[in-house]
C-alpha cells in the first residue's frame, strides 16, 4: 500500500508544483531557470495520465508469468527513478520522463494491487485491507498538498524516493507471493508455505480448496471474448467504464492536476489557493 501511498503524491503532485514551474511562486527556486509556458505545463501534467495508461497494458502479462509480488517490484522501478530524474531534474524533458515513468508505475497500483491484496487477505478482511488502497492513495494526495506549497520540487521529489525504496526493500525482503500464482503454477507446497506464514494453518485445506477451484476457473473463462459473452462480466465492464468515463467527463483530472491555479486565478480575496486545496484535501481523505 506504500505504492499507493506515492501514487497519491503523483496524482497531486501538479497542483503545488504547477505555480513554482510557472512563476507564480518561488520563482527564484524554479529548477528549469525560467517560467515554463503552459504547453510545457500541459505536458508534464498529461504525461502522468498517459503513463498510467500504458502501465496497465504490461501488468496483465507480467504478473501471469513472474507473480504479482515480481511485477511489484518491477513496476516500483520506474516510480524510483522518476523520482531521481525529479532530484536533479533542469529541463522540461527531464519533467516530461520523469512523470510518464511516474505514470507507468501509478498503472500498477490500479491494475494489479487491488486483486493482489485480495488474494493474500483472509475472507472476512478482505473488505477492509482492500479500503487500505484507497485512504492511502488519498492520503497520498493530501500528503503533497500540505507540504508542497512550503517546499521545493526537489524536496517532495527527496520525500517521494524514500517512500519508494522502502516499499522496495519491503516488498523485496517481507512481501510473500500470492499463493494463487503458486498453486496456477502447480507449487502447492509453495502455496502452503505461504498461507501456513500467515497464521492460516487451521483452515489451511480449506482455503487451498478454494484457490485450486478459483484457479481453474479463471483458466478455463480468463479468455477477452468472455468479457464480452458472459452477462455478469458485461454488467461489470459497463460499469467500470462507465464511472471512469463520467470521472473523465466531468473534468476531475484537470481539477486535481490544477485545483491550486484554479483558486489562486479566481480572484478570492478571503483564503489563498494553497490553504483551500489543504482543507480540500483534508476534508476528502476524512
Known sequence: NLMALITGIGYSWSSPCIPKLNGSVDSDRNP???????????????LHA????????????????????????????????????LIFAYNVT??????????????CVFSVIPSYIGEISPTYMRGRTSMLNSVLLTAGQTLVLIIG??????????????????F???????VPESPYFYIMNGKI??????????????????????????????????????????KILKKCLVISLGLVTLQSLVG???????????IDT?????????????????MQLI
Open 149 to 166: 506549497p512550503f517546499v521545493t520540487i526537489r524536496t517532495i521529489a527527496v520525500m517521494t524516493l524514500l517512500v519508494s525504496i522502502v
Open 50 to 85: 498517459l503513463g498510467s495508461l500504458c502501465g496497465p497494458l504490461f501488468t496483465g502479462v507480467v504478473s501471469r508469468k513472474l507473480g504479482k509480488k515480481l511485477t511489484l517490484i518491477i513496476f516500483s522501478i520506474p516510480q524510483v527513478a522518476s523520482s531521481i530524474i
Open 168 to 174: 522496495l526493500f519491503t516488498c523485496v525482503c517481507y
Open 189 to 230: 507446497e509453495e502455496a502452503k508455505k505461504t498461507l501456513s506464514s500467515w497464521g492460516r494453518r487451521e483452515s489451511l485445506d480449506k482455503e487451498l480448496l478454494e484457490i485450486t477451484t478459483i484457479c481453474e476457473q479463471s483458466a478455463t473463462e480468463q479468455s477477452f471474448k468472455a468479457l464480452f459473452s458472459l
Open 266 to 282: 479566481s480572484k478570492n480575496n478571503y483564503i489563498s489557493g494553497d490553504t483551500s486545496v489543504m482543507i480540500i484535501s483534508i
Open 32 to 46: 528549469l531557470g525560467r517560467p515554463a509556458t503552459l504547453q510545457e505545463i500541459s505536458w508534464i501534467t498529461s
Open 252 to 262: 476531475n483530472p484537470a481539477i486535481v492536476a490544477y485545483q491550486q491555479t484554479i
Open 94 to 107: 527531464h519533467f516530461y520522463i520523469s512523470r510518464f515513468l511516474l505514470g507507468i508505475g501509478t498503472g
